[in-house]
């Protein structure tokens, strides 16, 4: 009598996911273009060599992945949807819920990304790319638009890392933002509620001087002073709202 195989043997891909995995990698590789319709069943099955109930569960795989949209229907089949960092955000959202991630955790992930970020830059800004940051700063003081103006701070803190030129560290940058974003705006409806003042010109001009500390290449100084920023902006944070408490990914 054979023994049971351990119960953590490697197990074989079944045949919808290794034809997931092939469609997925022609996806994100952009062999297959956003919006394209893929090809009919029978198409797809012939050249794919597998059976209709195959292929149908490793579409809906990638549609459980939000790499295909499936529409139903005389018309219907299923239509290309590229990687998104939406989706990607989603996802996380959910993985951090699951794991008792809270707003603090997210706060520290900022803290070690963006002044390492903001200190590489002060060694390559250029002169358009400081010119760039000081156009986001003069409409971020123009704008009279709660969310607007909460929308282009956010933004600029995406732009000092998209200077490093490092695009995982862009993508990390953007759900990180993503994840503050809704905490960010219950704390403005909070703060409104209880007529607090607006402390957003004093956060605003953090962000001048550190374009003028980047221009100057004092990349130790423009870390400190990043640093000191984030640790600011996520005290305002707290006023309102307990960072502590897992974190709430709800609108």
Known sequence: MSEPAPADALQVPKAAELVAAQ??????????????????ELR?????????PTLRQALRILENERLVRIHRGRNGGARVSRPSVQT???HLNNLLLYQGATLDDVHIARLLLEPAAVARIAETVSA?????????????????????TRRIGSE?????????????????????????????????????????????????????????????????????????????????LRKSINTDLVL???P
């Open 23 to 40: 469609l997925r990698r022609q996806i994100v590789m952009g062999e297959r273009a956003e919006g394209e319709l893929l090809p009919p």
């Open 44 to 52: 797809l099955m012939t050249e794919l060599g597998v059976s209709r």
């Open 88 to 90: 990607a955000g989603r």
């Open 128 to 148: 358009e790319e400081i010119a760039a940051l000081r156009a986001s700063v003069a409409d971020n003081l123009a704008s009279t638009d709660g969310a607007e």
């Open 156 to 236: 600029f803190h995406i732009q000092l890392v998209e200077l490093t030129g490092n695009r995982s560290l862009v993508l990390f940058a953007r759900l990180i933002s993503g994840l503050l974003d809704g905490a960010l705006a219950r704390h403005d409806a909070e703060r409104r509620k209880q007529r607090m003042p607006s402390q957003s010109e004093g956060l605003i001009h953090d962000h001048s001087r550190i374009i003028d500390l980047i221009e100057a290449g004092a990349s130790r100084e423009a870390a400190r002073h990043w640093r000191e920023h984030l640790e600011a902006v996520h005290r305002q």
């Open 248 to 250: 709430d990914i709800e």
